[in-house]
């Protein structure tokens, strides 16, 4: 495969499907732009002869490639991905140093300058500046960190590369303070006042070293925030090299620090509001000193404060299991009505107990221990007491084993199996599988009853921090993850596009649009249909692109693909086994469907579909949910409302939540929790523009091209925009309006969100979701 790849890339052989054009195109790129068949002659891509310019060129290629890899098969990706990142080291591998700072600053990269003396490749700023390479990866956050340090040794006094701080030409920066420091107006005098007594203070913790007291230790760190926060009275002036300064002997000094020495400035900071018990319970003591500090630079704290959401929502799941298997304990014995659920319950207690055992955290975490063993201990005794061919069941019916491997395992394996399965411990349950003798051939077994979705469950009190709020999610993408599994992984969409579907037979399957059913390329049944009427492949175009999408938000979505059957323009996806249409009403639906509901309304409205009412939605047999029928996204683009009243055809899932919500009608313990939009609204912001417009290209073209509906307002928009009359407006200038708007709705995903929720679901608390953003 690779070596089909290169080969593509050096235009020996044609490209295969769109994803290979898409990496052609970067290997013009980084050819520079020379015609293969006429290497003397006019360029075949015109690129800006300015460095910057011509990198943002090369970087939104990349972005398309990128997008496109997402309709390779599992196998294909691999190489595709690797033959891309070889393309974008050779790009980069050729720019020059003074090129590559100029394209980072460009970047938002600090004191490009001050990394890359040694000459070896690859240069480290071209490793920060590779499209390929997720901006939020490891290595490129070291790399930022180095400058920062280097910068900071400068300002301290020290040389780097041979150059005190005046031999260097380095940017101004500054940053807004953090939440809960106050800047204070600060002559020259008194500043120096302060560093007099900082450097004082940082004689007397070096002096002391691994015993220095906390009280010295507060004293630093109080001294330090001093000269962070101040503010010069004259304006322009600022004090960021004593910033700095203070920063680099803090950084020195307790690099080792511990929480016991940590304590007294933690319990200052706690008072004056600069750190919380859910920071102190999920970060390590390094962390804690961040925070506590008004000099930790702006990236540095985000990066925290995704850690602490992230492990906050995994307490606050453990904390609703627990109080979930606490109130089926006290209810009554065990039997196999609840046992399941159960098991399920006690299994993320347990994930989470795990993951808390490598936080090292400066509090105690709660991890509900208690609850848990006294859990397990009723479980397996439960368990015990079952015949052999029961506690199969049970053991294939909750997902520990396949039927198969259930049926060949002793009672004693059978234990073991749930015991590790409890103990969320694979390397327990993967041992004894590995013991399980093979599966006699049998036929095949019934199947097992669906289980029911689960009942909406009290759950704890929220806080009035919405940082906590956010967390609750988590319950809801366990269940999430239940409709990943069941969904069919994507495939080649060029394998898809080349398969003989044949004739089919008709699927009586309800909607608008002909459907039929035929073996796919898998094997499997998949459905095809038919615009209701013809545009010539623009909505099946629309709808494969909008599956994209929605999988990119990270809600489970089967894979949809435009190609022809009979020679007409169709969709074609994977029929979903064993899903329905989400039954019962809003007052039934648990906190988890709730929780994918609002997720739904995000991805929704970014691609403009107001389609998703109960019979889009299916419920897999394992109780996920999964949106399906993407195919009226964008027909009311330019003229719909986010507004609890705009239904322009049908009442939506969500629409029946708010209601619900509204009159009070949801279930017991069940909420609207904005924080629920908040991880799709975040992969969505993290999508590059150029992606966005790429996977849309073909919707906007040729949706322009067969006057769809939402042509006309963007032709108004377009005229708009030109300073022309809509007569005069062009079908590729209606096409970029259509993408310009696409990508300002994913941009402002997050305002329009707080104003819904906080306007029309009364909802204060939802403003906060404007701070869980990218700060």
């Known amino acids: 495969m690779l070596q089909h790849l290169a080969a593509v890339c050096a235009h020996i052989e044609e490209p295969a499907n769109a994803a290979e054009e898409n990496l052609a195109f970067v290997a013009g790129i980084v050819a520079g732009g020379v015609d293969p068949e006429d290497p003397h002659g006019p360029p075949a891509i015109d690129l800006p002869e300015d460095p910057i310019e011509a990198y943002g060129v090369f970087s939104a290629a990349v972005a398309t490639a990128l997008a496109a890899e997402s309709q390779l098969s599992d196998t294909a990706a691999g190489p595709y991905q690797q033959q891309l990142q070889a393309l974008t080291a050779e790009y980069l591998a050729g720019l020059t140093p003074e090129d590559l700072e100029a394209a980072a600053a460009a970047a938002g990269f600090e004191n490009p300058e001050l990394v890359g003396f040694t000459g070896h490749a690859p240069h480290p700023l071209a490793v920060w500046l590779d499209p390929s390479v997720p901006a939020d990866a490891e290595v490129k956050k070291k790399i930022q960190a180095l400058a920062q340090a280097r910068h900071?040794?400068?300002?301290?006094?020290?040389?780097?590369?041979?150059?005190?701080?005046?031999?260097?030409?380095?940017?101004?920066?500054?940053?807004?303070?953090?939440?809960?420091?106050?800047?204070?107006?600060?002559?020259?005098?008194?500043?120096?006042e302060v560093q007099y007594d900082f450097d004082t203070a940082a004689t007397v913790v070096a002096h002391f070293g691994a015993d220095a007291k906390p009280e010295q230790i507060a004293q630093l760190l109080r001294l330090e925030n001093r000269i962070a926060t101040a503010q010069n009275f004259e304006p322009g002036v600022d004090y960021g090299t004593a910033t700095a300064a203070a920063r680099h002997h803090v950084d020195e000094l307790l690099g080792a620090v511990t929480a016991a020495q940590l304590s007294a400035a933690v319990e200052a900071a706690k008072h004056q509001g600069q750190v919380t018990d859910a920071q102190l319970q999920t970060l390590d003591a390094h962390h804690v000193l961040q925070l506590v500090r008004a000099s930790t630079p702006a990236a540095e704290r985000q990066d925290i404060a995704d850690t602490v959401a992230e492990r906050t929502a995994l307490l606050t799941n453990s904390a609703t299991c627990a109080t979930n298997v606490s109130a089926a304990l006290e209810a009554g014995p065990i039997d196999a009505a609840n046992a399941g659920a159960l098991v399920q319950q006690l299994r993320a207690i347990a994930e989470v107990h795990t993951a808390a055992a490598t936080w090292d955290t400066f509090s105690a975490a709660p991890l509900n221990q208690a609850v848990m063993q006294a859990g397990q201990t009723k479980v397996l005794a439960w368990a015990d007491e079952l015949k052999v061919g029961a506690l199969r069941k049970f053991i294939s019916d909750t997902g520990i084993a396949t039927a198969a491997q259930a049926s060949t395992?002793?009672?004693?394996?059978?234990?073991?199996?749930?015991?590790?399965?409890?103990?969320?411990?694979?390397?327990?349950?993967?041992?004894?599988?590995?013991?399980?003798?093979?599966?006699?051939?049998?036929?095949?077994?019934?199947?097992?009853?669906?289980?029911?979705?689960?009942?909406?469950?009290?759950?704890?009190?929220?806080?009035?921090?919405?940082?906590?709020?956010?967390?609750?999610?988590?319950?809801?993408?366990?269940?999430?993850?239940?409709?990943?599994?069941?969904?069919?992984?994507?495939?080649?969409?060029?394998?898809?596009?080349?398969?003989?579907?044949?004739?089919?037979?008709?699927?009586?399957?309800?909607?608008?649009?002909?459907?039929?059913?035929?073996?796919?390329?898998?094997?499997?049944?998949?459905?095809?249909?038919?615009?209701?009427?013809?545009?010539?492949?623009?909505?099946?175009?629309?709808?494969?692109?909008?599956?994209?999408?929605?999988?990119?938000?990270?809600?489970?979505?089967?894979?949809?693909?435009?190609?022809?059957?009979?020679?007409?323009?169709?969709?074609?996806?994977?029929?979903?086994?064993?899903?329905k249409p989400i039954s019962g009403?809003?007052?039934?639906?648990?906190?988890?469907?709730?929780?994918?509901?609002?997720?739904?309304?995000?991805?929704?409205?970014?691609?403009?579909?107001?389609?998703?009412?109960?019979?889009?939605?299916?419920?897999?047999?394992?109780?996920?949910?999964?949106?399906?029928?993407?195919?009226?996204?964008?027909?009311?683009?330019?003229?719909?409302?986010?507004?609890?009243?705009?239904?322009?055809?049908?009442?939506?899932?969500?629409?029946?939540?708010?209601?619900?919500?509204?009159?009070?009608?949801?279930?017991?313990?069940?909420?609207?929790?904005?924080?629920?939009?908040?991880?799709?609204?975040?992969?969505?912001?993290?999508?590059?523009?150029?992606?966005?417009?790429?996977?849309?290209?073909?919707?906007?073209?040729?949706?322009?091209?067969?006057?769809?509906?939402?042509?006309?307002?963007?032709?108004?928009?377009?005229?708009?925009?030109?300073?022309i009359a809509e007569s005069a407006v062009t079908t590729n200038q209606i096409a970029e309006t259509f993408l310009d708007y696409a990508v300002e709705r994913k941009q402002n995903l997050r305002r329009d969100f707080v104003e819904f929720f906080t306007g029309d679901l009364k909802i204060a608390s939802a403003a906060a979701l404007a701070h869980l953003g990218k700060g």
Request: with cysteine; charged share 15%; proline share 7%.
């Open 152 to 192: 900071d040794a400068l300002c301290a006094g020290q040389e780097i590369n041979g150059k005190a701080l005046g031999q260097w030409d380095l940017a101004a920066t500054s940053s807004a303070l953090p939440e809960g420091f106050d800047s204070w107006l600060a002559a020259e005098a008194d500043l120096a």
């Open 585 to 723: 009403s809003a007052s039934s639906w648990s906190q988890a469907d709730v929780d994918e509901i609002v997720r739904l309304h995000v991805t929704s409205w970014a691609l403009s579909n107001h389609d998703p009412h109960r019979d889009n939605v299916l419920r897999t047999s394992t109780g996920g949910l999964v949106p399906i029928d993407q195919g009226q996204s964008f027909k009311n683009f330019g003229t719909d409302k986010l507004k609890l009243g705009y239904r322009p055809s049908t009442t939506t899932v969500y629409h029946q939540v708010y209601d619900a919500h509204l009159a009070g009608q949801l279930g017991t313990g069940v909420q609207v929790n904005p924080a629920a939009a908040h991880s799709v609204i975040r992969r969505l912001e993290a999508v590059p523009d150029a992606e966005w417009r790429a996977t849309l290209h073909t919707v906007a073209h040729a949706g322009a091209s067969q006057n769809l509906t939402w042509v006309a307002p963007m032709r108004a928009r377009a005229a708009k925009t030109h300073g």
């Open 409 to 579: 395992a002793t009672k004693s394996q059978l234990g073991k199996l749930l015991h590790g399965h409890l103990n969320s411990s694979s390397a327990v349950v993967t041992a004894v599988k590995n013991e399980l003798p093979p599966p006699k051939a049998a036929a095949k077994p019934a199947q097992a009853p669906s289980p029911k979705p689960a009942e909406a469950t009290q759950s704890t009190k929220p806080s009035s921090r919405f940082g906590i709020q956010h967390a609750q999610l988590v319950a809801a993408l366990q269940q999430a993850q239940a409709a990943h599994a069941a969904v069919p992984k994507p495939m080649d969409a060029a394998a898809v596009a080349a398969w003989d579907f044949g004739p089919g037979t008709p699927a009586n399957l309800g909607g608008t649009h002909p459907k039929t059913l035929h073996t796919g390329p898998d094997g499997t049944t998949w459905i095809a249909k038919r615009e209701g009427k013809p545009h010539a492949g623009a909505i099946t175009h629309t709808e494969a692109a909008a599956s994209r999408l929605v999988a990119r938000a990270g809600l489970p979505v089967v894979p949809v693909y435009a190609t022809k059957v009979d020679g007409h323009p169709v969709s074609v996806q994977p029929l979903l086994a064993g899903a």
